[in-house]
Structure formats: structure tokens, C-alpha cells
């Protein structure tokens, strides 16, 4: 049987939702050694690698960028370049939770929050009225 090729080219990919301070806190906690690169035909994203140490003495490549607009068409259209471009094994997206109540819930800023359910507010809201109908 001859030998699998590895699928990935990146180990890790990271979206961030902002550049300012996400994306550039986030570039300087991993690494001092990010190169900043553009691709052709895609003049409004600028990518980020590196190769990285992990506690493992491992050396993993990391390929990092930044959503230009919000909202959740942005972010698939961002995951969509990432994925065929970096070819990553893992793809993360880092962002805010905008709707936790912080110490209410026990989580406070800097938490690491892991979704087990998405929604996505574009697609409107259910209101009580008088009647208590939605």
C-alpha cells in the first residue's frame, strides 16, 4: 500500500472576527515570527503564518486572518477562501459573545467559550406579546 499524502497543508487555521486587538493579541501570545502575505486575485485579505512550537517540542504551521465585515455571510465566505487556499487540518473562529451576561453566567472576558449551539440573529427573533404568543 503506498503511503497516504498528508491533506493539509496548515495544521491550525484561526479567523478572527477584528483585526484590532484580536487578531494582532492574537498573532503576538503565538508567535513574533508571523509573515503577512496577500494571494492573487484576493486583494481584500491579508493572511498571516507562522510555524509554531507547542509545549510538545511539535513544530505545527498556523495560518491566521481577519473578517473585513460582520455577520455570518462574511464569515463563511472568509472560512470558504481559508479552507481552499490553506488547506487546514483544524479551522477555529474566535469572536465575541455578545449575548452572555458575563459574571451573571459565571463567565467573565478572556473566557473560552465552546458553542454547542450557533444562532444566527439575522434570521430575526421570537417576541412574547401581551398574550404571552410568540
Known amino acids: 500500500m503506498l503511503p ?3 491533506p493539509y497543508d496548515y495544521d491550525v487555521a484561526i479567523i478572527t ?3 484590532k486587538p484580536e487578531n494582532e493579541q492574537l498573532r503576538k501570545v503565538l508567535s513574533d515570527k ?3 502575505i496577500e494571494l492573487e486575485g484576493d486583494d481584500t485579505t491579508t493572511y498571516y503564518i507562522a510555524e509554531i512550537t507547542i509545549h510538545s517540542g511539535e513544530s505545527i504551521r498556523v495560518v491566521t486572518c481577519y473578517q473585513q465585515l460582520m455577520a455570518t455571510t462574511a464569515a463563511a ?3 470558504t477562501k481559508v479552507i481552499a487556499n490553506f488547506h487546514p487540518r483544524y479551522l477555529f ?3 465575541i459573545a455578545a449575548s452572555v451576561k458575563g459574571e451573571n453566567e459565571g463567565v467573565g472576558y478572556g473566557d473560552v467559550l465552546v458553542a454547542t449551539e ?3 440573529a439575522a434570521n430575526g427573533k421570537l417576541k412574547e406579546d401581551a398574550d404571552d404568543k410568540h
Do not use: C, P, R
Open 4 to 6: 497516504q499524502k498528508n
Open 17 to 19: 472576527a477584528l483585526k
Open 34 to 36: 508571523w509573515e503577512s
Open 77 to 79: 465566505m472568509l472560512t
Open 93 to 95: 473562529m474566535t469572536g
Open 118 to 120: 450557533v444562532w444566527n
